[in-house]
């Protein structure tokens, strides 16, 4: 099952919404959406709202997608993921983190909108 995509661009960012089963391949190819539209904006950050993605993402998967975003997305943008339960997701940001990605997870989008304010 694919995800369901909304891009939108507000003010300072582009938001992306996300919702659906969660897959490896519907988060890999959503990533590859992040890019595709990033590239097509002018906005440096980028919020991706993936609080409505339903399942658990095994611990595995979190090190690859870390280690995928860092391969598919530009470094010069900033992205801010906003996971319902950021705790867990974590090991997703210091792994694309540690690969030289400009990234946060956060729990909402008020959080959200302050990191990508203070970069």
């Known amino acids: ?50 609080s409505k993605v339903a399942g658990t993402i095994p611990f595995m998967d979190m090190f690859v997608l870390g280690d995928y975003c860092s391969k598919a997305w530009n470094q010069s943008f900033r992205i801010v993921l906003i ?11 210091t792994v694309a983190r540690n690969r030289g990605v400009q990234i946060a997870v956060v729990p909402n989008l008020g959080a959200a909108i302050e990191w990508l304010a203070l970069l």
């Open 83 to 93: 996971f319902p339960e950021v705790g867990i997701y974590n090991f997703f940001e």
């Open 1 to 50: 099952m694919s995800l369901e995509v909304q891009v939108q661009e507000v003010n300072s960012y582009l938001s992306i919404r996300a919702e659906g089963q969660y897959s490896l391949a519907g988060l890999s190819g959503l990533f590859d959406r992040v890019k595709a539209e990033s590239d097509k904006s002018t906005h440096q950050g980028v919020i991706l709202d993936v």
